[in-house]
């Protein structure tokens, strides 16, 4: 027997899974095998869609985008900074205002936001978060001249900012040049790995055959 008062609508389960949709951007559980990006994209494929499109649109590799991701938050969505500790246990304030797939702080997130974002766009949705890379990469090769397939660079200016790379604040910072070295080598280890499943992502729905399908 159903228990009284907890008969819930198809409106509005409706409404409750768009407010979560809209809240937590299409959020999705983290892969489990993050070494091979075959194995990222056949745990969510769509995220290969997402990749392709800013790839298309700003020029950064699908590759180096899943390397950032994978640096920046191992493909949590709600990724933040850990709190700080006051007195050395009393939780406190986070360092920055990262938040996201991309780690992207407020104040860049804004100037995207002004300049190509919708305003649906959120930090916690792989396509914009993608998007986001590519923008700002476009932006560092634009600025700076590094080449979007340098990624270790990239990712230096991504970290820094264009006008701490310009200054060479990283070189003074060996745990960021590990981090852009890691990167680096996710990109290369990643871009080996996807012509192995990227005409099986391509082509993965029913319409896309014969000249409907990218080769």
């Known amino acids: 027997m159903r228990a009284p008062g907890r008969v819930t609508s198809l409106p509005g389960l409706v ?9 937590s951007g299409c959020a999705t559980r983290p892969p489990d ?32 985008q899943m390397a950032f991701v994978r640096q920046e938050s191992t493909f949590r969505h709600n990724a933040r900074p ?19 797939y991309a780690q992207a702080q407020d104040p860049v997130w804004g100037e995207y936001m002004d300049e190509e974002g919708s305003l649906l766009a959120r930090r916690t949705h792989m396509k914009h978060a993608l998007d986001f890379i590519g923008w700002y990469n476009h932006r560092t090769h634009e600025r700076l001249g590094i080449s979007k397939r340098n990624a270790e660079h990239l990712y230096l200016a991504y970290h820094e900012g264009h ?26 280890t990643y871009s080996r ?7 099986d992502l391509r082509c993965r729905r ?10």
Request: proline share 8%.
């Open 206 to 215: 029913f319409w896309q055959v014969g000249p409907f399908c990218d080769s």
């Open 193 to 199: 790995q996807l012509p192995a499943c990227e005409q």
């Open 163 to 188: 006008a701490g790379y310009r200054r060479g604040n990283w070189r003074s910072k060996p745990s960021v040049q590990r981090s852009a070295a890691r990167v680096d080598r996710f990109a290369a």
């Open 82 to 100: 850990p709190r700080t500790r006051l007195f050395g246990f009393i939780p406190w304030k986070r360092p920055s205002s990262a938040y996201g």
């Open 33 to 64: 095998r993050v070494e091979n990006i075959c194995d990222i994209f056949d745990h969510q494929p769509r995220w290969y869609d997402y990749a392709l499109a800013s790839e298309q649109r700003w020029g950064t590799p699908i590759a180096t």
């Open 15 to 23: 409404a409750v899974c768009l407010l979560l949709v809209l809240g």
